[in-house]
């Protein structure tokens, strides 16, 4: 069984448990994580993630943030003197995470309370923000679950990305292979 096919096993073992009403919103948070070099064989096994949901009597719904930098940066007023000066872009940086923030708020709110979210693309978000900040930000509009598909590793609770940050803490269950 390769380490995908471990990892959804592992996913259906969790989604298909009862859910506590009690949890925090940072504890209704799954991260499933996996080796980088996995990321195309996890992106092609999504639809089989969202099989395992559904058979477990739950709705999905899937958001992916590979483009959303390129999204804001595109809409965004200064982005010819961005690209001039990418140095300038360091301070603008906060109203990126708002608006990544808020963009996964908005499908979070909208997600029925019995489905899960599946965030993908968190990788790309690597250098621009750090996904334990997205998931403080947007984990209070959480009414099911989420699933953040995670590049790296973790330690008991410490997760980092791609292995290359100090990494942080959290309250979410790991799913790892």
Not at 103 to 108: I, S
Request: glycine content about 10%.
């Amino acid at each position: 069984m390769t380490p995908v096919e471990r990892l959804l096993q592992r996913y259906r073992t969790q989604v298909g448990l009862p859910w506590a009403g009690s949890l925090s919103p940072t504890e209704r948070v799954w991260v499933a994580v996996y080796d980088p070099s996995d990321e195309r064989r996890l992106r092609a096994a999504l639809p089989a993630f969202e099989l395992a949901t559904r058979q477990a009597g739950l709705a999905w719904h899937a958001l992916d943030l590979t483009g959303a930098f390129a999204e804001w940066m595109a809409a965004h007023p200064y982005r010819e003197a961005y690209f001039a000066e990418p140095e300038l872009l360091a301070g603008s940086l906060g109203a990126f995470e708002d608006a990544l923030a808020l963009r996964v708020r908005q499908t979070l709110e909208a997600a029925e309370p019995g489905s899960v979210v599946g965030v993908l693309g968190s990788g790309s978000l690597y250098g621009l923000t750090r996904v334990s900040r997205l998931i403080e930000q947007a984990s209070p509009a959480l009414q099911g679950r989420m699933l953040l598909l995670f590049p790296g590793r973790v330690e008991g609770h410490n997760y980092r990305m791609f292995g290359a940050r100090d990494g942080w803490n959290y309250h979410s269950i790991p799913l790892t292979p």
